[in-house]
């Protein structure tokens, strides 16, 4: 009896929920699922979790994968919503550059020389790169620049007090510059006089990059010197040693002066004594140069010494240049035995035949 009726409860039960899906589906029963009359509507359970309309949720049957997996083409507008799948995210997309202003950069300008002492105040290639270093005196510079000089120490100066004025829209001729700096090639002697011309290449490169552009030329501070002014050897005959009164050779490398005020206001020293007289110059080119000196007396022998150059505020010094030895001792003339140096030996004094 009790399992009749628990069949009979839930058979009602079952009849009641076909009964009111029924009813939640046609509504007043002018709807129906193809006409979606009504209020009538299906709520689609997936990430989105939001009501649409039930035409929007069809989708292509899916298609099996060699994978096992389904795969579907989605349309875009309804990709979002599709039971159990997410929407890709956009493709990400880089910023566009942007131009931006950015000051130039200003050329390399002339490295300090070191400074030359111009003791006779004579301009000469050396001093003019002097003055060249501050870029807003290139005008005064290129003033006292031999106009008609064929020295390519003098014509790489004029090219680049021409070249300061030009970068700095003060006029000129890019063009006449061009062709000094490629006659000017591998002409230079001196340290100075190459780093004016790789100072040349540079505004010629940078006007080329730049053709319109104007800067302001600023010296540069704490960089390496265009001269590593130095003594590079001293040649005292091959064994390293000499004696008083000989002469040996002193070479001076990257000097970054006129040459030709050492003689007149340097002095040399061998073993801490300087040498009487000035520096005699022996041969020299471009901005190496070899002096003759000879050897003075020690007061002991034999003694290591060290050899060195002054001029204005500057000496290059070599360390155990050469070792000075004991001069040879000169031997007295030979005199013959038994007679007394220095005495006249006469013979029998003549007699007058005629008498007192």
């Known amino acids: 009896m009790a399992i009749s009726l628990g069949m009979r409860i839930s058979g009602l039960l079952v009849a009641g929920a076909v009964a009111v899906a029924y009813a939640a589906f046609t509504g007043d029963g002018s709807g129906t699922p193809d006409r979606g009359g009504g209020d009538a509507r299906i709520v689609t359970v997936g990430p989105s979790q939001t009501a649409r309309p039930f035409a929007a949720s069809a989708s292509p049957t899916p298609r099996q994968s060699p994978a096992g997996e389904a795969s579907a083409t989605v349309p875009p507008t309804a990709a979002s919503h599709t039971r159990g799948t997410t929407a890709p995210p956009p493709p990400h997309t880089s910023p566009a550059p942007t131009s931006v202003n950015r000051p130039l950069m200003s050329p390399n300008w002339l490295p300090p020389g070191p400074v030359s002492p111009d003791a006779d105040s004579v301009p000469d290639p050396s001093s003019v790169y002097d003055r060249l270093r ?57 340290c100075k006089g190459r780093a004016a011309y790789a100072v040349l290449g540079g505004l010629l490169d940078f006007h080329r990059r730049h053709p319109g552009a104007t800067v302001r030329l600023t010296a540069p501070s704490g960089t390496a010197v265009a001269c590593a002014y ?117 013979g029998p004094l003549p007699v007058d035949p005629s008498g007192p």
């Open 230 to 346: 130095r003594m590079a050897g001293v040649d005292a005959g091959g064994d390293g040693t000499a004696q008083p009164g000989d002469t040996v050779t002193v070479e001076l490398r990257d000097t970054y002066f006129n040459q030709a005020e050492l003689p007149l206001f340097g002095s040399v020293f061998i073993g801490g004594r300087q040498l009487a007289g000035p520096p005699v110059p022996r041969s020299g080119s471009g901005d190496r140069l070899v002096l003759s000196a000879v050897v003075p007396s020690l007061d002991r022998y034999p003694r290591t010494v060290d050899v060195a150059v002054r001029y204005g505020g500057t000496e290059v010094r070599l360390k155990n240049a050469l070792t000075v030895t004991a001069p040879t001792a000169v031997p007295s003339p030979s005199v013959p035995s038994g007679t007394p140096q220095g005495v006249l030996t006469l």
């Open 134 to 190: 501050d870029p807003h005196r290139c005008g005064a510079a290129l003033g006292v620049i031999p106009v008609a000089s064929a020295d390519p120490e003098w014509r790489v100066l004029r090219a680049l007090a021409t070249a300061c004025l030009t970068v700095q829209g003060r006029g000129g001729s890019w063009h006449t510059l061009n062709k000094d700096h490629a006659d000017l090639a591998g002409k230079l002697g001196t």
